[in-house]
T-cell receptor, first 115, second 111 residues
Framework: EPEVTQTPSHQVTQMGQEVILRCVPI?????FYWYRQILGQKVEFLVS????????KSEIFDDQFSVERPDGSNFTLKIRSTKLEDSAMYFC?????????????FGAGSRLTVL | GQNIDQPTEMTATEGAIVQINCTYQ??????LFWYQQHAGEAPTFLSY????GLEEKGRFSSFLSRSKGYSYLLLKELQMKDSASYLC????????????FGRGTSLIVHP
């Protein structure tokens, strides 16, 4: 079964450092997403991406965050200067479309720990 | 905005039936999803409702009442592996197609 893959599975970084989280969405999917989940809290939407541009973003996705599709397969989330409160599990997801029963398929997540 | 409410935690016995409720208030409605999330893992899709009524899929069923802003997930013949968080997610109508997740219900199945 096709899957979304994410790397790294766990990253530990110092506050103020830049972090890049990588994702390979399902190959025939057109819409890509980043969500995050702080430990013990709900899954929160960050950003969606379609046709090489951001289609929607939440209030969480401020200037410290950026996304990119550098090639035909990877989809990355960059945090420019990490803060303690960025510590969370970051999930990448993809869908073939957006209407109806288009279901988010999530990757296994990248756990970010900011010290 | 959206407000999605689920019980925080439920416990049940192996072999039993459990119903997990979700209520929501949205400015519009364009579908409700249930996901299962085991600790430390990604959410995985369970069911989708957009019309009123019951959707059955093996041991799991999901019900929707749009007029009441209410859904439930019914799990039958509970197994220990069903211990997980169950996330209700609602998609608004209008410009945004992004589902908003509730806090999830942690289900503990004991022998």
């Amino acid at each position: 079964e096709p899957e979304v893959t994410q790397t790294p599975s766990h990253q530990v970084t110092q506050m103020g450092q830049e972090v890049i989280l990588r994702c390979v969405p399902i190959s025939n999917h057109l819409y890509f997403y980043w969500y995050r989940q702080i430990l013990g809290q709900k899954v929160e939407f960050l950003v969606s991406f379609y046709n090489n541009e951001i289609s929607e973003k939440s209030e969480i996705f401020d200037d410290q965050f950026s996304v990119e599709r550098p090639d035909g397969s990877n989809f990355t989330l960059k945090i420019r200067s990490t803060k303690l409160e960025d510590s969370a599990m970051y999930f990448c997801a993809s869908t073939p479309g957006v209407s109806g029963a288009n279901v988010l398929t999530f990757g296994a997540g990248s756990r970010l720990t900011v010290l | 905005g959206q407000n999605i409410d689920q019980p925080t935690e439920m416990t049940a016995t192996e072999g039993a039936i459990v119903q997990i409720n979700c209520t929501y208030q949205t400015s519009g409605f364009n579908g409700l999803f249930w996901y299962q999330q085991h600790a430390g893992e990604a959410p995985t899709f369970l069911s989708y409702n957009v019309l009123d009524g019951l959707e059955e899929k093996g041991r799991f069923s999901s019900f929707l009442s749009r007029s009441k802003g209410y859904s439930y997930l019914l799990l039958k013949e509970l197994q220990m592996k069903d211990s997980a968080s169950y996330l209700c997610a609602v998609r608004d109508e209008g410009g945004s197609y992004i589902p908003t997740f509730g806090r999830g219900t942690s289900l503990i199945v004991h022998p």
